[in-house]
Structures are given as structure tokens and as C-alpha cells.
T-cell receptor, first 114, second 108 residues
Framework: SAVISQKPSRDICQRGTSLTIQCQVD?????MFWYRQQPGQSLTLIAT?????????ESGFVIDKFPISRPNLTFSTLTVSNMSPEDSSIYLC???????????FGPGTRLTVT | DAKTTQPPSMDCAEGRAANLPCNHS???????VYWYRQIHSQGPQYIIH???NNETNEMASLIITEDRKSSTLILPHATLRDTAVYYC?????????FGQGTTLQVKP
């Protein structure tokens, strides 16, 4: 399994601002994913970020709101833009396993928008 | 993507086996069944996955019915640390579409 870290672990932001979340993996991985978990809810996939290609967004998520970078095989960022209180969630990154499609998750970034 | 149905909550006595069911009747032939759990305030943890055959690892066993329309995750000797939300997730693309899962409460 991979060791995944996220920065920041939590933040409180004002509406209208943007926050960039970093995801760092201790080994090279092809597939990286970003999820959102709203309070009391299950996880929702935001996008798939593969190195060397544009991120693929799920229905309901757009690049202007959640731009993603994937500059190399160990790092990715997710930006939450023009934030509103509805963006208050835990944001998690995950990476694909080496042998099959199992995924390993980071600890998450807890975002509160006031 | 296959839809899943899991009971919202279950209780289990510490030291006993916990059997968590999942219905995935619309699963396609090449979709694996993955199980994850999320302990409060942590990122989800991969447990086990299978296609057709039953699988066992150090954490759990996975029983998949012959028609593949349902599966059961078995924690053979549940401990208090197994209290978590458990998700079954069919997938063959790497993308995980999570349902609401089952909240397992292990009681002393």
C-alpha cells in the first residue's frame, strides 16, 4: 500500500476565496482520485487525475470550480475556487494500487467555509 | 455503475463474527466487488475485493454468491476497533462510486 499525505489537514476559509489542497504519495502511481465527503454523507468522486492528461470530472463537478493539477506521478493538487458555505466538506485524495484497482486514501482535508 | 443496497446499521458483540451483507444485483460481469471501511474522521481503508471466488486475507473474508448479485463481508472476530462504516463498491475501472454503507457498532 502507498503512504499518502495531504496538506492542509484542516482550514477555515471565508466565502469567495480559494483553497489549494495538496496530495503527496510516497511512490509513483498512475491513477489519482479526488473525493468530497459532505457532513454526515458518503464519499462522492470529484475527478480522476492521471499524469500527463487532463483530469476527468464526474457529473456535477466542473474544472472552473475544482481545478486539478497532476504535475508528476507522486503529487496532485485540488483547488476549491470561489468558496461558499456549501463547499464545507472533507476532501480526500486516493491512489490506485499496483496490482489491481484497490485504492488507498489520504487522511483528508477538513474545510470549513464561513 | 452497479447500485448497491446495504443495511444502514448493524451491531455485533466483541469477539463474535460480524457478517455484513451487500446486494449488487445490477453488477456487470467484469466488475469486482470491493469493500472499504471508514473509521470516524479517517480516510477510507481498503479491506478486500473479489470477482467470483471467495477471498480471504488477514483482515476479512469475502463471500460472493454464485450469481454475483450479492456478497457478504465477514470479520471473524470483531473488536471494538472494527467499529466503522463499511462500504461495498462494485468497480472495473478504478473509479469508486460509494453508496451509504453500513455502520457497524461493535459492543463490549
Amino acid at each position: 500500500s502507498a503512504v499518502i499525505s495531504q496538506k492542509p489537514s484542516r482550514d477555515i476559509c471565508q466565502r469567495g476565496t480559494s483553497l489549494t489542497i495538496q496530495c503527496q504519495v510516497d511512490s509513483q502511481v498512475t491513477m489519482m482520485f479526488w473525493y468530497r465527503q459532505q457532513p454526515g454523507q458518503s464519499l462522492t468522486l470529484i475527478a480522476t487525475a492521471n499524469q500527463g492528461s487532463e483530469a476527468t470530472y464526474e457529473s456535477g463537478f466542473v474544472i472552473d470550480k475544482f481545478p486539478i493539477s497532476r504535475p508528476n506521478l507522486t503529487f496532485s493538487t485540488l483547488t476549491v475556487s470561489n468558496m461558499s458555505p456549501e463547499d464545507s466538506s472533507i476532501y480526500l485524495c486516493s491512489v490506485g494500487g499496483r496490482l489491481s484497482y484497490e485504492q488507498y486514501f489520504g487522511p483528508g482535508t477538513r474545510l470549513t467555509v464561513t | 455503475d452497479a447500485k448497491t443496497t446495504q443495511p444502514p446499521s448493524m451491531d455485533c458483540a466483541e469477539g463474535r463474527a460480524a457478517n455484513l451483507p451487500c446486494n449488487h444485483s445490477t453488477i456487470s460481469g467484469n466488475e469486482y466487488v470491493y469493500w472499504y471501511r471508514q473509521i470516524h474522521s479517517q480516510g477510507p481503508q481498503y479491506i478486500i475485493h473479489g470477482l467470483k471466488n471467495n477471498e480471504t486475507n488477514e483482515m476479512a473474508s469475502l463471500i460472493i454468491t454464485e450469481d454475483r448479485k450479492s456478497s457478504t463481508l465477514i470479520l471473524p472476530h470483531a473488536t471494538l476497533r472494527d467499529t466503522a462504516v463499511y462500504y461495498c463498491v462494485p468497480s472495473n475501472t478504478g473509479k469508486l462510486i460509494f453508496g451509504q454503507g453500513t455502520t457497524l457498532q461493535v459492543k463490549p
